[in-house]
């Protein structure tokens, strides 16, 4: 969901967490992953503007944060 809002392919998302594109797709299709690796993506997808929400009935989720200065 976060890379669809920000309208990444795999390899954008790797290359702005610095990790292999491979590292992603393993991710996505529900492997296991390093925390180091986990933590180094979602800091490039919050760096690129992608608020992560908490469950509020119906799960978690992703979002992008609003820009400075809109109510």
């Not at 969901?1 to 702005?16: F, H, I, P, Q, S």
């Not at 996505?28 to 490039?44: D, F, N």
């Not at 119906?58 to 979002?63: F, I, L, N």
Request: charged residues 25%; aromatic residues 2%; positive net charge.
């Amino acid at each position: 969901m976060a890379r669809a809002a920000l309208k990444w392919g795999v390899r954008d998302l790797a290359r702005e967490a610095q990790v292999t594109p491979a590292t992603v797709t393993r991710i996505e299709a529900g492997q296991a992953a390093h925390a180091s690796t986990l933590k180094a993506i979602r800091a490039a997808l919050e760096a690129a503007g992608i608020e992560f929400i908490p469950g509020n009935g119906g799960g978690p989720g992703v979002r992008l944060k609003k820009p400075r200065g809109d109510n």
